[in-house]
Nanobody, 123 residues
């Protein structure tokens, strides 16, 4: 059974940084594209960043491009999201997700999801 466990969320001030981690188990990690998505109160879940199984390809939502970096360590079965220069608009629950093989930015194509970690950015 696949398990994804996020960590690293918290309450920070605007301009601060956080690094989220997602530890995966129950899957051949390198066979899965990984993604970070987020959902703010009253809004739909949105894509933040995705990375291919090899780590050679990644994509970012326009709202986070240049501030967030997604990376993965296939030896540790972990994907990361480094978030710099955080803004109040980044406040949301952040979810890690896994998709077998082909990279995608569409949440409905991801097969497995973590429980999420809360990120709150105060102004």
């Amino acid at each position: 059974q696949v398990h994804l466990v996020e960590s690293g969320g918290g309450v920070v001030q605007a301009g601060d940084s956080l690094r989220l981690s997602c530890a995966a188990s129950g899957l051949t990690f390198g066979d899965y594209a990984m993604g970070w998505f987020r959902q703010a109160p009253g809004k739909e879940r949105e894509y933040v960043a995705v990375i291919s199984g090899t780590g050679f390809s990644d994509y970012y939502a326009a709202a986070v491009e240049g501030r967030f970096t997604i990376s993965r360590d296939n030896l540790k079965n972990t994907v990361y999201l480094q978030m710099n220069n955080l803004k109040p608009a980044d406040t949301a629950i952040y979810y890690c997700a896994a998709k077998f093989t082909v990279l995608s930015i569409y949440a409905h194509e991801f097969n497995h999801w973590g429980q999420g970690t809360q990120v709150t950015v105060s102004s």
